[in-house]
C-alpha cells in the first residue's frame, strides 16, 4: 500500500512538473516572440532545451523545497505530500485558464504548507519564511529595479546608434538571454519538483536525509518539465508579452538578461525556490517603465499582483481540501 501510494506521489509530481513547463513556458520566450527574435516554435523547442539542461547544474533549491515541511513517516506522511501536490496543481490549471502569470513555486510551497497546517504536521516556518517569503517580496522588486536600470544604461550607451541596426543587433542578442532565462528556469523550477520526490522517498524511508538526488529522479524532473515547456502557454505568453507593456528588443533583451541574472544568483547564493514568474513579470515592467510610466499597463499588472497575493493562501486551501478527501479515502475506506 505504502509503495503505491509513493509511485502515486512521484506520478503526481511529474504531473505537476509537466504543468509547471506549460504554464511557466512563457517566463522564458514571451519577451523574444513578442519582439520577433524568435518564432514560436523555435523558441519553444530551445526553451524545453535549456529547461532540460538546468535541471542538472544543481540541487540546492531542491534540498530547500524538500526542508519546507515536516510531514512524519508512512501513508500518512506521503498523503500530505500528495494533498500539496494536488493543491498546487489546481491552482496552477486555474491560472492558466484565466491567463495570468502566477508562481508554480509559491504554488507548491503553499500546497505543502497548507496540507501540512491541515493534518496538524508541521511546516519548517524558518525556512519558509527565509527562503520563501522573503525572496517572494524582494524578487520582484530587485528585477523591477535592475530592468529599469540596465535599460536606461542601455538606452544612454546606444542613444546615437540608428534604431533600425540597433533593434537587429538586439534580436540577435535575445537568442542568448531568451536561452539564458529558459536555463534559469530549468535551474529554479525543475529542482522543486526534484525536491517533492525526495520528500517522498524520505517520508517512505527509502532515502536517507543527507543522501542525494537519485539520478533518476533528475532526469524524470527534467524531462517532464521539459515537454511541458514545448505544450507551450500561450494564453499567459499574450499576457506576459502583450498586455503588460509592447516590447522592443532592447527592452526585451534587458528583461531576460536581468530576469535571469536573479535566477542563478538566488539559486546558488541564496538556495531559495524564487518565482520565475515574478522576476521576469517584474523586470518587463521596470524595463517598460523607462518608457514612460503610463506605457506599462498597470490595470493588467493590478490584475497580475493579485494572483501573486493569492496564490499562497489559495493553493494552500486547495491542498488542504485535497488532503480531507485523500485522508477519508486512504485512511477511512482503506
Known sequence: MELAIIVAVVVVALIFDYTNGFHDAANAIATSVSTRALTPRVALAMAAVMNFVGAFLGQEVATTVSDTIDPGSGTHGLVIVMAGLLGAIT?????????????????LIGGLVGSAIAAGAAANWDVVVEKVVIPMLLSP????????AVMLAIMWAF?????????????????????????????????????????????????AKDDPLPVWVIFCAAGAISLGTYSGGWRIM?????????LDPARGFAAESVASSVLYTTAYVFEAPISTTHTITSAVMGVGATKRVSAVR?????????????????????????????????????
Open 159 to 207: 542613444r546615437r546608434a540608428s534604431p533600425s541596426r540597433a533593434n537587429r543587433g538586439f534580436r540577435l542578442a535575445q537568442t542568448v538571454s531568451a536561452a539564458a532565462m529558459a536555463l534559469g528556469h530549468g535551474l529554479q523550477d525543475a529542482q522543486k519538483t526534484m525536491g517533492v520526490i525526495f520528500l517522498a522517498l524520505l517520508t517512505g524511508g527509502y532515502v
Open 91 to 107: 491552482w496552477n490549471l486555474i491560472t492558466w485558464w484565466l491567463g495570468l502569470p502566477s508562481s508554480s513555486s509559491h504554488a
Open 298 to 334: 498597470w490595470g493588467v499588472a493590478r490584475s497580475i499582483l493579485t494572483a501573486w497575493v493569492l496564490t499562497f493562501p489559495m493553493a494552500g486551501l486547495a491542498a488542504a481540501i485535497c488532503y480531507w478527501i485523500s485522508h477519508f479515502f486512504i485512511e477511512v475506506v482503506f
Open 141 to 148: 522588486v530587485v528585477a523591477f529595479s535592475l530592468g529599469f
Open 238 to 246: 499574450r499576457t506576459l508579452g502583450r498586455r503588460i507593456i509592447h
